[in-house]
């Protein structure tokens, strides 16, 4: 099965930007790999932020993007908060199964 | 109110049998491909399995194929995830997940 692979920790400054990436070891993400990208906090479950590449839930907090940037899943968080500090999971689908990428520590500092 | 609620985890040892169970109140499972996810303690996320909205298609992580088994049932709003001949790797926190919702998990430690 196909590896996904996300920068393993990022930081970014209260206020700034970030982006985290999503890439597939099958080749170029596109839009038919319906990326997903869920946000985890320490002790609870896995929240979906983004789904169908840059389609947002009702909870999904507006500075949240998604993309497709550089043959790759993209996540921009812009004016990043404390709060937004977490692991950050993206989700492939190849036609039919699916697979997560190892994750992205975010620190806010 | 939205709630997904995930059962059955427990203790089990090393070649014995769970069942998973999903139940959701305030969301209609039926609408939405169905699936369990897993995590390990101190680990990423592993996606396990998933099921079709009326169950015709089932894909599996190469590796549960042919011990684990998912199911639903639409008239109980309820997903399924029957887990045999378990191994010390299969040790983790069992998520059901829709698109949207997440339930908060049931543990299975499998160990002698």
């Known amino acids: 099965q196909a590896v996904v692979t996300q920068e393993p920790s990022l930081t970014v400054s209260p206020g700034g930007t970030v982006t985290l990436t999503c890439g597939s070891s099958?080749?170029?993400?596109?839009?038919?790999?319906?990326p997903f990208w869920f946000q985890q906090k320490p002790g609870q479950a896995p929240r979906t932020l983004i789904y169908?590449?840059?389609n947002k839930h009702s909870w999904t907090p507006a500075r949240f993007s998604g993309s497709l940037l550089g043959g790759k899943a993209a996540l921009t968080l812009s004016g990043a908060q404390p709060e937004d500090e977490a692991e950050y999971f993206c989700?492939?689908?190849?036609?039919?199964?699916?697979?997560f990428g190892g994750g992205t520590k975010l620190t806010v500092l | 109110e939205v709630q997904v609620v995930e059962s059955g985890g427990g203790l089990v040892q090393p070649g014995g049998s769970l069942r998973l169970s999903c139940v959701a109140s305030?969301?209609?499972?039926?609408?939405?491909?169905m699936n369990w996810v897993r995590q390990a303690p101190g680990k990423g996320l592993e996606w396990v399995a998933n099921?079709?909205?009326?169950?015709?298609?089932?894909y599996y992580v190469d590796s549960v194929k042919g011990r684990f088994t998912i199911s639903r049932d639409n008239g109980k709003n309820s997903v399924y995830l029957q887990m045999n001949s378990l191994r010390a790797e299969d040790t983790a926190v069992y998520y059901c997940?829709?698109?949207?919702?997440w339930g908060q998990g049931t543990l299975v430690t499998v160990s002698s």
């Open positions: 305030g969301l209609t499972l039926s609408k939405y491909w």
């Open positions: 169908d590449t840059s």
């Open positions: 989700l492939l689908s190849y036609s039919g199964p699916r697979v």
């Open positions: 997940a829709s698109p949207g919702e």
């Open positions: 099958t080749g170029v993400v596109t839009s038919g790999h319906f």
């Open positions: 099921i079709k909205r009326d169950g015709s298609e089932k």
